[in-house]
């Protein structure tokens, strides 16, 4: 599978909420783009959880891998980080949903932290 947006990536943020964190393991770090934007080769082994009435997730599944987060009222979708093979040329602009972070880790740059 291969995921490529058309135009330069937007800066992405890491969400510390309980959701990202167990989906992922820690917390996620994602970009958004306008859905128009987003091109997926392989898209036949893209399969979706519906997580909540308005989110659903996309992961391979082939290999299990994080790949959407798609908030089903908007018309942008939200990449992993993970998925980019090469550089993204791109660098964290904030943090979000701080006050649902771990306990077990500290966030120690001085990006912006927002609460939700």
């Excluded at 770090?29 to 989110?55: C, F, I, M, N, T």
Aim: negative net charge; hydrophobic residues 35%; glycine residues 10%.
């Amino acid at each position: 599978m291969k995921v490529a947006v058309e135009g330069d990536l937007p800066r992405p943020n890491a969400c510390h909420c309980v959701a990202c964190r167990k989906h992922g393991g820690h917390y996620g770090a994602s970009l958004e783009v306008p859905r128009a934007a987003l091109r997926v080769e392989g898209e036949h082994a893209v399969r979706w959880y519906q997580s909540s009435e308005k989110v659903r997730r996309g992961f391979c599944g082939i290999c299990g891998s994080t790949l959407f987060w798609d908030p089903i009222h908007h018309d942008w979708t939200a990449i992993a980080m993970g998925v980019f093979d090469g550089p993204t040329d791109t660098s964290l602009s904030m943090h979000i949903f701080v006050s649902e972070k771990g306990d077990y880790y500290e966030i120690a740059d001085e990006l912006p932290q927002n609460e939700t």
